[in-house]
């Protein structure tokens, strides 16, 4: 599990992160914690897309953690990660809090009611289908739902996601053979779609839920279709 904890306190940071550490060792669960003292960053660096739980506070000088909340909610689209839960002793912002859409609200001081926060969340990510890339950062987990399509790009593919773009040194055809079964097509060479995402397939191009165009070539436009239309059969 990667958690980000942000917080305009140092101390609190630390202790966060022991507590963290201390729950997810007792129940065993591998993680990776990050803190960050600066909400800004959190957003202009994209720091939170490598994260499955943000410990947010709420009272912080330069972007609350409202804020914060509301842009993550914003930029991550559909994507169920990162689940925020925020830390804070301001009660009397509960209900402002509420309207970010948090999965959950702690107080500083019952940080022991983290633990059924951290277990509900590991098992929300452990029953989901989830697909392991490397990364410059190290090993990221997309949910397969969120990912919307693949596009090869020199000796790159591109994984287009609902939290955005992630991209992993290897190629088109050792994706296809990994997410076929999965329901992801092949219209063109460099591509794959999640057939989840599409909405319409014309002559040349597949148009997508998103509103993006993909390139469709000849070569696969009958399989794509036939496929295409089978899905949308046995998903009844």
């Known amino acids: 599990m990667n958690v980000l904890i942000i917080d305009d306190e140092h101390a609190v940071l630390n202790l966060l992160k022991e ?15 990050r803190v960050e003292d600066d909400p800004v960053s959190v957003i202009t660096d994209e720091k939170y897309k490598h994260s499955d739980v943000i ?10 953690g409202i804020e914060t909340a509301s842009k993550i909610n914003e930029l991550k689209g559909k994507a169920d990660k990162p689940y925020i839960i925020f830390v804070s002793n301001r009660d009397d912002l509960v209900f402002d809090a509420l309207k ?11 940080l022991e009611d983290l633990a059924a926060c951290i277990l509900k969340i590991q098992e929300k990510i452990s029953v989901a289908d989830v697909y392991s890339i490397k990364t410059g950062r190290g090993i990221d987990n997309l949910y397969i739902n969120d990912i919307i399509y693949l596009e090869k ?10 939290a955005g773009v992630y991209k992993e040194r290897t190629t088109i055809e050792a994706k296809y053979s990994d997410l076929s079964s999965y329901g992801f097509l092949r219209p063109q060479i460099g591509y794959l779609v999640n057939v989840r995402y599409i909405e319409r397939i014309m002559k040349s191009t597949i148009i997508l839920s998103t509103g993006e ?15 295409f239309f089978e899905w949308m059969v046995n998903r009844r």
């Not at 507590?19 to 914690?33: A, G, L, M």
């Open 153 to 162: 790009k020199n000796n790159y593919v591109l994984f287009h996601t609902e």
């Open 19 to 33: 507590t963290v550490v201390q729950i997810c060792e007792k129940e065993n669960i591998p993680i990776n914690v």
């Open 55 to 64: 410990l947010l506070d709420i009272d912080m000088p330069d972007m609350s």
């Open 100 to 110: 970010a859409q948090p999965y959950s609200f702690v107080r500083k001081s019952h």
């Open 213 to 227: 165009d993909i390139p469709l070539s000849k070569k696969y436009s009958k399989s794509i279709k036939q496929d």
